[in-house]
């Protein structure tokens, strides 16, 4: 969901890296000043970046955006990701504030529908929220100001929540390496957020787990391998543990519309794409977080990972 995995997926899918079937968005799709701009560097400097095809495209107006949308379906994106609000972590923008026009997302929704896609979007204000939602966005990232109102259409709409606490959690916890604006944001969004949270899962919201990780460095403790540690605080927010793993599992292929595979569920004719544990996840969730704990792993049908059997770079 803005990253390079659209192109790890294509050596994953041609057999030279074991790994997961990706669902890549590519870049993400933010206007100027938006939540995905680079606001520090020269706008001649992030325009050419975006040009040479690092994950984040910049876009203003109808055409743009929906130039934007044909680029990453070049690139191979199987969903589309924009910034409808600004973010935490970035330096100048503003969480409440929407971003983008309801007539630019609108064409971007319309845009990837004409290519069975899709359009995930991170949202955390409201006013945001509910322009994605009018417009047709099929999952919303965050939510962090969701409200009795917006959760209602939610529901109307059938959109998924993605509540991507871990990355919350993280910052809460490393205050102190932040910069002191998104140090600021983060303060202000982390009670509202976890509120939000309880507040749609007891109202019923369909959820998906995502946790907004972001690195593969070995020394960083937020990174890909972690994404276990997002069911505990699941659990926490009011899923029973199975309603966790449903949500981390059945529930992913309603995040990506017409192209959604079967998967998720261990019936005929679906993905034989599951996993082992030492442990039973019902009683003790936190085990889904301890990679060490996932003894074996299938993907379909082929055995990845076992005791016997790690995992190795060549397939």
Request: hydrophobic share 40%; proline share 6%.
């Given at each position: 969901?803005?990253?390079?995995?659209?192109?790890?997926?294509?050596?994953?899918?041609?057999?030279?890296?074991?790994?997961?079937?990706?669902?890549?968005?590519?870049?993400?799709?933010?206007?100027?000043?938006?939540?995905?701009?680079?606001?520090?560097?020269?706008?001649?400097?992030?325009?050419?970046?975006?040009?040479?095809?690092?994950?984040?495209?910049?876009?203003?107006?109808?055409?743009?955006?929906?130039?934007?949308?044909?680029?990453?379906?070049?690139?191979?994106?199987?969903?589309?990701?924009?910034?409808?609000?600004?973010?935490?972590?970035?330096?100048?923008?503003?969480?409440?504030?929407?971003?983008?026009?309801?007539?630019?997302?609108?064409?971007?929704?319309?845009?990837?529908?004409?290519?069975?896609?899709?359009?995930?979007?991170?949202?955390?204000?409201?006013?945001?929220?509910?322009?994605?939602?009018?417009?047709?966005?099929?999952?919303?990232?965050?939510?962090?100001?969701?409200?009795?109102?917006?959760?209602?259409?939610?529901?109307?709409?059938?959109?998924?929540?993605?509540?991507?606490?871990?990355?919350?959690?993280?910052?809460?916890?490393?205050?102190?390496?932040?910069?002191?604006?998104?140090?600021?944001?983060?303060?202000?969004?982390?009670?509202?957020?976890?509120?939000?949270?309880?507040?749609?899962?007891?109202?019923?919201?369909?959820?998906?787990?995502?946790?907004?990780?972001?690195?593969?460095?070995?020394?960083?403790?937020?990174?890909?391998?972690?994404?276990?540690?997002?069911?505990?605080?699941?659990?926490?927010?009011g899923l029973t543990?199975?309603?966790?793993?449903?949500?981390?599992?059945?529930?992913?292929?309603?995040?990506?519309?017409?192209?959604?595979?079967?998967?998720?569920?261990?019936?005929?004719?679906?993905?034989?794409?599951?996993?082992?544990?030492?442990?039973?996840?019902?009683?003790?969730?936190?085990?889904?977080?301890?990679?060490?704990?996932?003894?074996?792993?299938?993907?379909?049908?082929?055995l990845f990972k076992?005791?016997?059997?790690?995992?190795?770079?060549?397939?």
């Amino acid at each position: 969901m803005a990253g390079y995995g659209v192109f790890v997926s294509q050596a994953v899918d041609e057999g030279w890296l074991p790994g997961p079937n990706i669902y890549s968005s590519h870049s993400i799709i933010s206007m100027t000043a938006g939540h995905g701009d680079l606001h520090s560097h020269p706008w001649s400097l992030v325009r050419a970046k975006c040009n040479e095809g690092i994950p984040m495209y910049v876009a203003d107006g109808v055409d743009e955006c929906i130039r934007a949308v044909r680029l990453q379906l070049r690139c191979g994106a199987k969903v589309i990701k924009i910034c409808a609000t600004g973010g935490v972590l970035s330096l100048v923008d503003d969480p409440l504030h929407p971003e983008f026009s309801p007539a630019e997302i609108a064409a971007i929704v319309d845009e990837a529908a004409r290519a069975d896609r899709v359009v995930a979007a991170h949202c955390h204000g409201k006013r945001g929220i509910m322009n994605a939602l009018h417009a047709g966005i099929r999952t919303i990232e965050h939510g962090s100001y969701l409200d009795d109102e917006a959760i209602a259409l939610m529901k109307e709409k059938g959109a998924v929540l993605v509540a991507t606490r871990t990355i919350v959690e993280y910052g809460i916890k490393n205050l102190d390496q932040l910069p002191e604006e998104p140090r600021k944001k983060m303060e202000q969004i982390a009670d509202a957020h976890k509120v939000a949270w309880a507040k749609a899962i007891k109202a019923g919201v369909k959820n998906a787990l995502g946790t907004d990780l972001g690195f593969s460095t070995m020394s960083v403790d937020h990174r890909h391998g972690m994404n276990g540690r997002e069911f505990p605080l699941a659990v926490k927010a009011g899923l029973t543990p199975l309603e966790a793993m449903e949500a981390g599992t059945a529930a992913a292929p309603f995040t990506l519309g017409p192209q959604a595979p079967e998967s998720g569920q261990l019936k005929a004719g679906y993905d034989a794409d599951f996993i082992a544990l030492s442990c039973n996840p019902i009683d003790d969730i936190d085990i889904l977080a301890e990679p060490s704990k996932i003894t074996h792993v299938w993907k379909g049908g082929k055995l990845f990972k076992s005791p016997e059997h790690p995992v190795s770079m060549l397939v």
